[in-house]
């Protein structure tokens, strides 16, 4: 099935698809580029000499330093977001909700020669608790959870690209 255009009908829904995809994969990203999330720009202002962190967040940049000393520089690779429900199996309690907020850093250290890929996660239930975790990161996950959907892109375009007909030999 081809349309009016010449175009296979499935190339154009693959485009739609994984334009989609592409959206959905870069869209969390991008909205933190734009409105950052205050707690965990905090976590890195923290980690630098500067700045101070929320109660929660103490021991765990504590922690941070002791390691691998103050932050030096930072840029922002990467942010993912999500929720989960906690059900209580003697059902005595209501489910809990746990937002879950992560934003992913190359950093560079005092006390480390080379940059590191650092993961910094906000946990914070209904009753508006927070906990903090500061982990390396993998790189294997950060470039196939941008490389997949932008190779899906770049294959559905090019099937869907225009094609000249070829030119009948007489």
Same mark, same amino acid.
């Given at each position: 099935?081809?349309?009016? @255009?010449?175009?296979?009908?499935? /190339?154009? *829904?693959?485009?739609?698809?994984?334009?989609?995809?592409?959206?959905? !994969?870069?869209?969390?990203?991008?909205?933190?580029?734009?409105?950052? =999330?205050?707690?965990?720009?905090?976590?890195? /202002?923290?980690?630098?000499?500067?700045?101070?962190? @929320?109660?929660?967040?103490? =021991?765990?940049?504590?922690?941070?330093?002791?390691?691998?000393?103050? %932050?030096?520089?930072?840029?922002? &690779?990467?942010?993912?977001?999500?929720?989960? *429900?906690?059900?209580? %199996?003697?059902?005595?309690?209501?489910?809990?909700? !746990?937002?879950?907020?992560? /934003?992913?850093? &190359?950093?560079?250290?005092?006390?480390?020669?080379?940059?590191?890929? *650092?993961?910094? !996660?906000?946990?914070? =239930?209904?009753?508006?608790?927070?906990?903090?975790?500061? @982990?390396?990161?993998?790189?294997?996950?950060?470039?196939?959870?941008?490389?997949?959907?932008?190779? %899906?892109?770049?294959?559905?375009?090019?099937?869907?690209?225009?094609?000249?007909?070829?030119?009948?030999?007489?």
């Amino acid at each position: 099935m081809t349309l009016r @255009s010449g175009r296979p009908a499935y /190339a154009i *829904i693959l485009l739609v698809l994984s334009a989609l995809y592409v959206c959905a !994969t870069s869209g969390p990203f991008l909205y933190s580029l734009f409105v950052p =999330n205050d707690d965990i720009e905090r976590v890195v /202002a923290a980690l630098r000499e500067g700045g101070t962190p @929320s109660m929660e967040a103490d =021991n765990v940049v504590e922690e941070a330093k002791t390691a691998v000393g103050c %932050l030096t520089r930072a840029i922002h &690779v990467g942010s993912g977001f999500g929720s989960t *429900i906690g059900f209580h %199996l003697s059902g005595s309690r209501a489910p809990e909700q !746990t937002k879950v907020s992560q /934003a992913t850093y &190359v950093m560079w250290f005092q006390k480390r020669d080379k940059p590191m890929l *650092i993961a910094i !996660t906000l946990y914070e =239930n209904d009753a508006g608790q927070k906990a903090y975790g500061i @982990s390396r990161a993998e790189l294997r996950q950060l470039v196939e959870g941008y490389t997949v959907p932008l190779l %899906l892109f770049g294959v559905s375009c090019f099937l869907a690209r225009k094609r000249r007909s070829p030119v009948l030999a007489q």
